[in-house]
């Protein structure tokens, strides 16, 4: 088992900046890439970014350029600075741990609110 805590969410204006941060503990050998997914209310939960432990990154086209994932392994950590936030940036976020293995599971964190007020 693989758990993953967020951190770092909260109320801030359009055009300012947030960092998130996720912990994994556990079985952290069962995973190779971690990152972040976001559902906004209504919606579908959606790849904000991506990245594995060499440090590749995949990023949703709606971020490029305002969002950088950024990962410590030895802390088992990822982070997502957000800047230029905008309104439909609000979301929940969730941390992802993706399986190392094809037959191996998924695990997500509970999310954090991230609210960007206009």
């Known amino acids: 088992q693989v758990q993953l805590v967020e951190s770092g969410g909260g109320l801030v204006q359009a055009g300012g900046s947030l960092r998130l941060s996720c912990a994994a503990s556990g079985s952290i050998f069962s995973i190779n890439a971690m990152g972040w997914y976001r559902q906004a209310q209504g919606k579908q939960r959606e790849l904000v970014a991506m990245i594995t432990s060499g440090g590749s990154t995949n990023y949703a086209d709606s971020v490029k350029g305002r969002f950088t994932i950024s990962r410590d392994n030895a802390l088992n950590t990822v982070y997502l600075q957000m800047n230029s936030l905008k309104p439909e940036d609000t979301s929940v976020y969730y941390c992802?741990?993706?399986?190392?293995?094809?037959?191996?599971?998924?695990?997500w964190g509970k999310g954090t609110l991230v609210t960007v007020s206009s």
């Open positions: 992802k741990g993706q399986a190392r293995y094809e037959d191996g599971m998924d695990y």
